[in-house]
């Protein structure tokens, strides 16, 4: 029985709906099973675009131009593309060494891993490392997946390790299922050489998503949040406007007095006959410097102040706006510089930042380059090198080596690799120093932590 039968009775039976959240489009959704002959699909896009209440459209360039989340893409972009890149070999003891240089490692395995270390260092003949997974980084946050090809020498091959890979727009590409259920994807426009008429396989492109949905979507947050990124970007507007053309002048006229309605025209025509008298005479000086109006029927001029943001608190509407926009993206507020944090030093902040939010990122992708590049290879595993993300000052480095050599966790040539210092003879041995543990004190994150400077007067007063 072809594995297509298994499924005929689902089939003609399936229905699916991709409408949820009063979203018609939240990512790639497939149907299957209108005909039995023919398999049907329906082919949805990444979400693209989304309306506010009010009517405002909130798309993919509406994003781009987005001072706040373009401030916070970056910053993630930026924090990916900085990791280094290693191959690593799982040894029988559950350790992880490098398979690139290891002499445990197969001669196998190695020649392997030396390939995808190549092709992860030098992704194409366009982009080096950092701008490849930077793109890569934007992608995911403002499509909310990514599509990166993998381009192989016979492309038939799905074990053959790829020589180049893109990142395509997420935008135009969308996801169905062949007839034995692996995903293809269609490009709505031609890119790379690839087209429509061309879908490729489920080996040819490496999907992943940063919030998985239903089918194979992933949520595209910020325009799902259409509402909170629509407030932000009108905000800016409006605060454009008003520092463009505040500055005018202007005023009502205005009585207390009740004027039938012939009355009321015959004064208003009058009073702009005498308003444009006075100030568009071509014979006069323009500015008619202490020239004013006689007003009757007791009328009167109230000018009217130039708008600012702080009439409108708009101000603070502002920055409760870009804070939420930050922790829709796990950036915090602070590394913005929209508001002070209750951090006690930068390198806290940072250290919460990786953990929370760059640390899964980073599990995802590692799982997704297994799952691409290292089919038939299960010991063999890419690993970004996130340390160099929380080393934090001089003397927080010193503090991690010093304590773990002590305490016989490194020895003394990785505690000196981990200064980026040179090795030296005799010192690849553990050894274990029953003495003096305690930190260096005044830089380690949590040597200020709760009190700043206080703290170091406590710890001071407990040596005593």
Request: hydrophobic share 35%; aromatic share 8%; net charge neutral.
């Amino acid at each position: 029985m072809a594995i297509w039968d298994i499924f005929k009775g689902k089939r003609e039976t399936q229905k699916e709906s991709n409408v949820v959240l009063g979203q018609l489009q939240l990512g790639n959704q497939v149907i299957i099973g209108r005909n039995k002959d023919q398999p049907s699909q329906q082919l949805l896009y990444v979400t693209t675009a989304s309306n506010t209440t009010a009517g405002r459209v909130v798309d993919m360039s509406a994003l781009t131009r987005n001072a706040t989340i373009m401030s916070c893409v970056g910053i993630k972009a930026r924090s990916i593309s900085q990791c280094g890149i290693r191959v690593m070999a799982q040894m029988p003891d559950g350790s992880f060494v490098d398979a690139t240089t290891d002499p445990a490692v197969g001669k196998r395995d190695q020649a392997k891993a030396k390939q995808v270390l190549n092709l992860l260092m030098n992704p194409n003949n366009f982009q080096n490392s950092y701008q490849f997974w930077y793109q890569w980084m934007m992608w995911l946050d403002l499509a909310g997946e990514t599509f990166t090809v993998l381009w192989r020498e016979k492309q038939k091959d799905a074990t053959a390790t790829p020589i180049e890979m893109y990142n395509l727009d997420a935008t135009l590409v969308t996801v169905r299922l062949s007839d034995t259920r692996y995903p293809q994807y269609v490009l709505s426009s031609p890119s790379y050489g690839f087209s429509k008429d061309q879908p490729l396989e489920y080996y040819q492109v490496m999907h992943v998503q940063e919030a998985s949905w239903q089918g194979s979507s992933g949520f595209n947050k910020a325009i799902l949040a259409t509402e909170l990124v629509a407030l932000d970007s009108d905000i800016d507007i409006y605060a454009n406007f008003i520092m463009q053309n505040g500055a005018k002048p202007s005023g009502v006229f205005y009585t207390d007095q009740v004027i039938p309605d012939g009355k009321f025209k015959e004064i208003a025509a009058r009073i702009k006959e005498t308003w444009n008298a006075m100030t568009g005479s071509r014979n006069t000086d323009p500015s008619k410097a202490g020239q004013g109006m006689l007003l009757d029927q007791g009328m009167k001029y109230e000018p009217i102040k130039m708008l600012t943001l702080q009439d409108a608190d708009a101000a603070a509407l502002k920055d409760q706006t870009m804070k939420r926009i930050c922790a829709l993206f796990g950036v915090p507020p602070q590394m913005l510089g929209v508001t002070e944090g209750k951090f006690n030093n930068t390198q806290t902040l940072l250290d919460e930042f990786y953990k929370t939010t760059m640390y899964p990122t980073v599990i995802n992708l590692e799982q997704s380059l297994k799952q691409s590049l290292f089919k038939g290879y299960p010991n063999l595993c890419v690993r970004f090198d996130t340390k160099d993300f929380l080393k934090g000052a001089a003397l927080d480095q010193m503090n991690f080596a010093v304590q773990g050599v002590k305490n016989g966790i490194i020895t003394p040539n990785e505690a000196r690799t981990y200064m980026n210092m040179s090795t030296i003879e005799g010192a690849d041995k553990l050894t274990v120093d029953g003495g003096n543990l305690d930190t260096m004190p005044g830089q380690s994150p949590q040597d200020t932590g709760g009190g700043g400077g206080g703290q170091s007067r406590k710890m001071n007063i407990g040596a005593t």
